[in-house]
Protein backbone atom coordinates (compact mmCIF):
# COMPACT_ATOMS: atom_id res chain seq x y z
CA UNK A 1 0.00 0.00 0.00
CA UNK A 2 1.08 3.66 -1.23
CA UNK A 3 2.10 5.24 2.25
CA UNK A 4 1.58 8.95 0.59
CA UNK A 5 -2.05 10.12 2.13
CA UNK A 6 -2.31 7.05 3.84
CA UNK A 7 -5.02 7.04 7.15
CA UNK A 8 -4.19 4.29 9.34
CA UNK A 9 -6.36 3.87 12.63
CA UNK A 10 -4.48 2.96 15.85
CA UNK A 11 -7.45 3.19 18.15
CA UNK A 12 -10.99 3.12 17.53
CA UNK A 13 -13.07 3.20 21.25
CA UNK A 14 -14.48 5.83 23.18
CA UNK A 15 -14.16 6.29 26.93
CA UNK A 16 -12.36 4.13 28.66
CA UNK A 17 -9.95 1.06 27.00
CA UNK A 18 -12.36 -2.02 26.53
CA UNK A 19 -10.29 -5.15 25.87
CA UNK A 20 -12.11 -8.14 25.92
CA UNK A 21 -12.91 -11.72 23.71
CA UNK A 22 -16.12 -9.69 22.49
CA UNK A 23 -14.28 -6.38 20.79
CA UNK A 24 -11.09 -7.87 19.79
CA UNK A 25 -11.91 -7.58 16.33
CA UNK A 26 -12.25 -4.14 16.39
CA UNK A 27 -10.19 -3.55 19.27
CA UNK A 28 -10.00 -2.03 22.54
CA UNK A 29 -7.94 1.52 22.68
CA UNK A 30 -8.76 4.53 22.74
CA UNK A 31 -8.66 7.03 19.87
CA UNK A 32 -5.43 7.48 18.01
CA UNK A 33 -5.30 8.26 14.11
CA UNK A 34 -2.27 8.57 11.91
CA UNK A 35 -1.76 10.06 7.97
CA UNK A 36 1.42 9.86 6.24
CA UNK A 37 2.09 12.64 3.85
CA UNK A 38 4.95 10.51 2.60
CA UNK A 39 7.51 13.04 3.15
CA UNK A 40 8.72 11.50 6.01
CA UNK A 41 6.26 13.30 8.33
CA UNK A 42 3.76 11.81 10.09
CA UNK A 43 0.55 13.63 11.64
CA UNK A 44 -0.55 11.80 14.63
CA UNK A 45 -4.45 12.79 15.58
CA UNK A 46 -5.62 12.34 19.69
CA UNK A 47 -2.79 10.06 22.15
CA UNK A 48 -5.58 7.65 23.31
CA UNK A 49 -4.07 4.39 23.95
CA UNK A 50 -3.71 3.22 20.43
CA UNK A 51 -0.69 5.63 20.25
CA UNK A 52 1.20 3.00 21.88
CA UNK A 53 1.12 0.59 19.13
CA UNK A 54 1.64 3.85 16.61
CA UNK A 55 4.98 4.36 18.64
CA UNK A 56 6.24 0.33 18.00
CA UNK A 57 5.46 0.74 14.38
CA UNK A 58 7.93 4.03 14.69
CA UNK A 59 10.29 3.29 17.02
CA UNK A 60 13.91 3.19 15.56
CA UNK A 61 12.35 5.79 12.25
CA UNK A 62 13.74 8.95 11.28
CA UNK A 63 10.02 10.25 10.43
CA UNK A 64 9.03 13.57 12.04
CA UNK A 65 6.02 13.57 14.24
CA UNK A 66 3.03 15.79 15.10
CA UNK A 67 0.52 15.30 17.25
CA UNK A 68 -2.59 17.30 17.50
CA UNK A 69 -5.31 16.63 20.14
CA UNK A 70 -9.41 17.08 19.53
CA UNK A 71 -9.63 17.44 23.36
CA UNK A 72 -8.39 17.14 26.66
CA UNK A 73 -10.45 14.39 27.93
CA UNK A 74 -8.37 11.38 29.91
CA UNK A 75 -9.26 8.73 26.41
CA UNK A 76 -7.55 10.89 24.07
CA UNK A 77 -4.31 11.35 26.11
CA UNK A 78 -3.58 8.68 28.55
CA UNK A 79 -1.46 6.69 25.88
CA UNK A 80 0.98 9.59 25.51
CA UNK A 81 3.06 8.43 28.42
CA UNK A 82 3.73 5.10 26.22
CA UNK A 83 4.44 6.46 22.57
CA UNK A 84 7.91 5.21 22.37
CA UNK A 85 9.68 7.76 20.20
CA UNK A 86 9.35 10.23 23.17
CA UNK A 87 11.87 7.87 24.77
CA UNK A 88 14.56 7.70 21.50
CA UNK A 89 17.21 10.43 21.65
CA UNK A 90 16.89 13.33 19.71
CA UNK A 91 13.40 12.20 17.79
CA UNK A 92 11.93 15.26 16.45
CA UNK A 93 8.42 15.04 18.51
CA UNK A 94 6.13 18.29 17.95
CA UNK A 95 3.09 18.72 20.45
CA UNK A 96 0.69 21.25 18.81
CA UNK A 97 -1.69 23.30 20.23
CA UNK A 98 -4.82 25.35 19.24
CA UNK A 99 -7.13 27.72 21.09
CA UNK A 100 -7.53 25.95 24.20
CA UNK A 101 -3.46 26.92 24.93
CA UNK A 102 -0.92 26.15 27.07
CA UNK A 103 -3.18 23.82 28.80
CA UNK A 104 -4.28 21.00 25.88
CA UNK A 105 -0.21 20.54 25.67
CA UNK A 106 0.19 20.45 29.71
CA UNK A 107 -2.92 17.77 29.34
CA UNK A 108 -0.11 15.09 27.88
CA UNK A 109 3.02 16.39 30.28
CA UNK A 110 0.47 16.50 33.21
CA UNK A 111 0.15 13.39 33.72
CA UNK A 112 4.12 12.15 33.91
CA UNK A 113 4.31 13.98 37.54
CA UNK A 114 6.30 11.25 39.02
CA UNK A 115 3.19 10.33 41.23
CA UNK A 116 0.58 9.30 38.11
CA UNK A 117 3.68 7.83 36.17
CA UNK A 118 7.16 6.83 36.65
CA UNK A 119 8.91 9.33 33.88
CA UNK A 120 8.42 12.96 33.87
CA UNK A 121 8.70 15.06 30.85
CA UNK A 122 12.46 16.71 31.90
CA UNK A 123 14.16 12.75 31.71
CA UNK A 124 12.68 12.21 27.86
CA UNK A 125 15.14 12.50 25.68
CA UNK A 126 13.89 13.23 22.64
CA UNK A 127 13.35 16.86 20.70
CA UNK A 128 10.30 17.29 22.08
CA UNK A 129 8.64 21.03 20.69
CA UNK A 130 5.53 22.40 22.01
CA UNK A 131 4.29 25.08 20.02
CA UNK A 132 1.24 27.52 21.57
CA UNK A 133 1.05 29.20 17.93
CA UNK A 134 -1.72 29.13 15.43
CA UNK A 135 -1.33 25.57 14.12
CA UNK A 136 -2.33 26.31 10.96
CA UNK A 137 0.48 28.55 9.30
CA UNK A 138 2.91 26.39 11.65
CA UNK A 139 1.62 22.84 9.64
CA UNK A 140 1.48 24.62 6.56
CA UNK A 141 5.43 24.78 6.47
CA UNK A 142 5.49 21.22 6.89
CA UNK A 143 2.88 20.21 3.82
CA UNK A 144 -0.05 20.03 6.01
CA UNK A 145 -3.09 22.17 5.45
CA UNK A 146 -5.39 22.20 8.38
CA UNK A 147 -8.22 24.20 9.15
CA UNK A 148 -10.17 23.44 12.40
CA UNK A 149 -14.12 24.09 13.81
CA UNK A 150 -15.16 23.83 16.98
CA UNK A 151 -16.95 20.40 18.60
CA UNK A 152 -20.09 19.97 20.56
CA UNK A 153 -18.06 18.49 23.39
CA UNK A 154 -18.62 19.11 27.28
CA UNK A 155 -15.20 20.91 27.92
CA UNK A 156 -14.70 22.11 24.34
CA UNK A 157 -12.79 20.53 21.39
CA UNK A 158 -11.46 20.69 17.66
CA UNK A 159 -12.21 18.73 14.75
CA UNK A 160 -9.86 18.92 11.53
CA UNK A 161 -9.94 19.11 7.94
CA UNK A 162 -6.66 17.89 6.47
CA UNK A 163 -5.96 18.72 2.90
CA UNK A 164 -3.23 17.75 0.08
CA UNK A 165 -3.40 19.18 -3.23
CA UNK A 166 -7.59 17.67 -3.92
CA UNK A 167 -7.95 15.25 -1.66
CA UNK A 168 -8.78 15.76 2.23
CA UNK A 169 -10.10 13.94 5.39
CA UNK A 170 -12.04 14.86 8.22
CA UNK A 171 -12.06 14.24 11.63
CA UNK A 172 -14.61 14.68 13.86
CA UNK A 173 -14.37 12.75 17.12
CA UNK A 174 -16.13 13.34 20.36
CA UNK A 175 -18.96 15.42 18.59
CA UNK A 176 -23.08 15.91 19.66
CA UNK A 177 -24.59 17.36 16.40
CA UNK A 178 -27.63 18.01 18.26
CA UNK A 179 -26.82 18.79 21.97
CA UNK A 180 -29.77 19.71 24.35
CA UNK A 181 -27.38 23.10 25.65
CA UNK A 182 -26.21 26.08 23.40
CA UNK A 183 -24.19 24.61 20.26
CA UNK A 184 -20.62 25.77 19.42
CA UNK A 185 -20.80 24.73 15.78
CA UNK A 186 -24.68 24.49 14.09
CA UNK A 187 -25.06 21.31 12.22
CA UNK A 188 -25.35 23.14 9.05
CA UNK A 189 -21.91 24.87 9.58
CA UNK A 190 -20.54 21.11 10.17
CA UNK A 191 -22.32 19.91 6.17
CA UNK A 192 -19.91 23.18 5.09
CA UNK A 193 -16.66 22.03 6.84
CA UNK A 194 -17.41 18.35 5.44
CA UNK A 195 -18.45 19.13 1.52
CA UNK A 196 -17.24 16.62 -0.30
CA UNK A 197 -14.27 15.53 1.49
CA UNK A 198 -12.82 12.22 0.70
CA UNK A 199 -12.88 10.54 3.71
CA UNK A 200 -15.33 11.65 7.06
CA UNK A 201 -14.01 9.83 10.17
CA UNK A 202 -16.97 11.15 12.86
CA UNK A 203 -17.56 9.61 16.49
CA UNK A 204 -20.81 7.76 16.35
CA UNK A 205 -21.16 6.20 19.48
CA UNK A 206 -24.71 6.00 20.49
CA UNK A 207 -27.96 4.10 19.12
CA UNK A 208 -31.14 5.96 19.66
CA UNK A 209 -31.79 3.04 22.97
CA UNK A 210 -28.77 4.88 24.68
CA UNK A 211 -31.22 8.20 24.83
CA UNK A 212 -32.08 10.06 26.51
CA UNK A 213 -29.56 9.44 28.97
CA UNK A 214 -27.01 10.40 27.65
CA UNK A 215 -28.02 13.42 25.90
CA UNK A 216 -25.53 16.03 26.57
CA UNK A 217 -23.04 13.39 26.80
CA UNK A 218 -20.61 15.16 23.77
CA UNK A 219 -21.41 12.02 21.03
CA UNK A 220 -23.64 11.79 18.03
CA UNK A 221 -26.04 8.85 16.78
CA UNK A 222 -24.91 6.71 14.12
CA UNK A 223 -28.28 8.01 12.47
CA UNK A 224 -27.02 11.50 12.86
CA UNK A 225 -23.85 10.93 11.86
CA UNK A 226 -25.07 9.16 9.00
CA UNK A 227 -27.42 12.32 8.09
CA UNK A 228 -24.09 14.42 8.11
CA UNK A 229 -22.69 12.59 5.27
CA UNK A 230 -25.26 12.10 3.34
CA UNK A 231 -25.91 15.71 3.09
CA UNK A 232 -22.27 16.94 3.08
CA UNK A 233 -21.74 14.65 0.23
CA UNK A 234 -19.06 12.96 1.43
CA UNK A 235 -17.14 9.90 -0.25
CA UNK A 236 -16.62 7.78 2.86
CA UNK A 237 -17.57 7.63 6.01
CA UNK A 238 -15.64 6.17 8.58
CA UNK A 239 -17.93 5.57 12.43
CA UNK A 240 -15.73 5.13 14.97
CA UNK A 241 -15.44 6.54 18.82
CA UNK A 242 -17.37 3.10 19.62
CA UNK A 243 -19.10 2.58 23.14
CA UNK A 244 -16.72 0.62 25.79
CA UNK A 245 -19.91 -1.78 25.72
CA UNK A 246 -20.37 -2.42 22.30
CA UNK A 247 -19.18 -5.94 21.02
CA UNK A 248 -17.96 -6.98 17.56
CA UNK A 249 -21.14 -8.22 16.86
CA UNK A 250 -22.73 -5.10 17.65
CA UNK A 251 -20.64 -3.20 15.93
CA UNK A 252 -21.17 -4.94 12.95
CA UNK A 253 -25.18 -4.37 12.71
CA UNK A 254 -24.45 -0.55 13.35
CA UNK A 255 -21.94 -1.13 10.17
CA UNK A 256 -24.17 -3.08 8.13
CA UNK A 257 -27.52 -0.86 9.08
CA UNK A 258 -25.70 2.34 8.05
CA UNK A 259 -25.14 0.89 4.89
CA UNK A 260 -28.49 0.00 4.03
CA UNK A 261 -29.53 3.49 4.95
CA UNK A 262 -27.13 4.46 2.40
CA UNK A 263 -28.13 2.67 -0.26
CA UNK A 264 -32.03 3.03 0.65
CA UNK A 265 -31.56 6.77 -0.35
CA UNK A 266 -29.54 5.59 -3.82
CA UNK A 267 -26.69 7.38 -2.35
CA UNK A 268 -23.30 6.51 -3.20
CA UNK A 269 -21.43 6.64 -0.03
CA UNK A 270 -19.36 3.99 1.31
CA UNK A 271 -19.49 3.46 4.96
CA UNK A 272 -16.54 1.40 7.64
CA UNK A 273 -17.15 0.86 11.28
CA UNK A 274 -13.42 1.57 12.00
CA UNK A 275 -11.22 -1.11 13.29
CA UNK A 276 -7.79 -0.89 14.79
CA UNK A 277 -5.06 -1.51 11.39
CA UNK A 278 -7.74 -0.30 9.37
CA UNK A 279 -5.63 2.08 6.29
CA UNK A 280 -7.08 4.18 3.63
CA UNK A 281 -5.28 5.90 1.00
CA UNK A 282 -7.07 8.91 0.01
Known amino acids: ?22 TVRYGGNTSCVSINT ?24 KEE ?53 PVEPQKLPSLRQCIKEDISPFLSHYGFKISRVATNHPGGGYGYRVQKNSHSVVYLTDNELDPPDKKATEFDEFVQFCRHTDLLI ?33 KHLILTHHDPDRTDSEVDAIQENARSWFKSKNLDIQCTAAYEGLAINI
Open 38 to 61: GTNKILVLDAGTGIRELGKALSGG
Open 202 to 234: HDAQYLEEDMPQKHGWGHSLVSQVCELAAEAEV
Open 65 to 117: IFILLSHRHWDHIQGFPFFWPIYESKRKVNILSNKQGKSMIMSLMNQMDGAHF
Open 1 to 22: MDEENLIRFWGVRGSIPSPSPS
